[in-house]
């Protein structure tokens, strides 16, 4: 307990120290770049007005509706991007045939960019908000799938073979054995899938609609308040590291192979 705890404290101690010196590099590097411009509202892409914004920011109604509706966005893209993953992974698992089927063809689309179905998904689907699941959904779903894969193939064939000496059947093998063990590995997809979706969130926000984090960003750039600006990146940076701390936590949590 007591090297857990130190261990807590020394990692605390320098994910601060990292954050002050990131402020810092930030600092001398806007100095540096802005040290010629006419322009003084570039001044304030620096730590020092950003930093005062953010404050106002957090206090902003506005933001807030907004942050809630790109959560819900991720949310469902993600959920999408779950049954689908995650029922191609089993299937992926179960038959080496289909795997050797489709792993070709899939290794194909994963190496398009997901932001390349935009006009596509623009055309084809009825809404501006469809056609953001959709992008969120190409670029979560291969995590959850590869890892589903992975997680099932990986368990030691002697489990199962105990598990049918027992008399399991196959239905019980797969929900009694095979994914309680794969479960950590679709966390981990599930948090890997977490981040490329709030990657792509912000650009897939640049289409036709009024409310979102993207929006924000597109709006403060268009009436120059770089302030808010450098405000909108460092909250989305916060919202995806909290996002990305809790999957983290969870998958800690589940992991069986370091209890």
Not at 199 to 228: C, F, H, Q, S
């Amino acid at each position: 307990m007591k090297h857990s705890y130190k261990q807590s404290l020394n990692m605390l101690l320098y994910g601060v120290l990292g954050s002050i010196l990131l402020t810092i590099v930030w600092q001398l590097t806007g100095m540096v770049v802005f040290s010629g411009s006419q322009n003084h509202q570039f001044q304030n892409f620096l730590p020092l007005p950003a930093f005062k914004a953010l404050l106002h920011l957090f206090h902003n109604h506005v933001f807030w509706i907004s942050v809630l509706a790109s959560l819900r966005r991720v949310a469902v893209g993600l959920a999408f991007a779950f049954v689908f993953g995650f029922t191609w992974g089993v299937i992926l698992a179960i038959s080496q045939r289909f795997r050797d089927l489709t792993t070709l063809p899939m290794q194909f689309v994963r190496m398009i960019s997901p932001l390349s179905w935009m006009p596509i998904a623009i055309l084809v689907l009825p809404s501006f908000e469809y056609a953001i699941y959709f992008l969120i959904l190409m670029a979560a779903i291969w995590p959850i799938m590869h890892n589903t894969t992975q997680g099932l193939l990986d368990v030691p064939p002697s489990w199962i073979n105990m598990a049918r000496l027992q008399g399991a059947t196959k239905i019980q093998v797969l929900f009694r054995v095979l994914l309680p063990s794969a479960l950590p590995y679709v966390l981990n997809g599930i948090r890997l899938a977490l981040g490329i979706a709030w990657i792509i969130l912000v650009p897939a926000e640049y289409l036709g609609i009024n409310k979102g984090l993207g929006y924000l960003i597109n709006d403060a750039r268009d009436t120059m308040e770089y302030d808010r600006l450098m405000d909108l990146v460092i909250a989305i940076g916060l919202l995806g590291f909290i996002l990305d701390s809790i999957f983290r936590l969870l998958s800690k949590h589940f992991d069986w192979r370091h209890r």
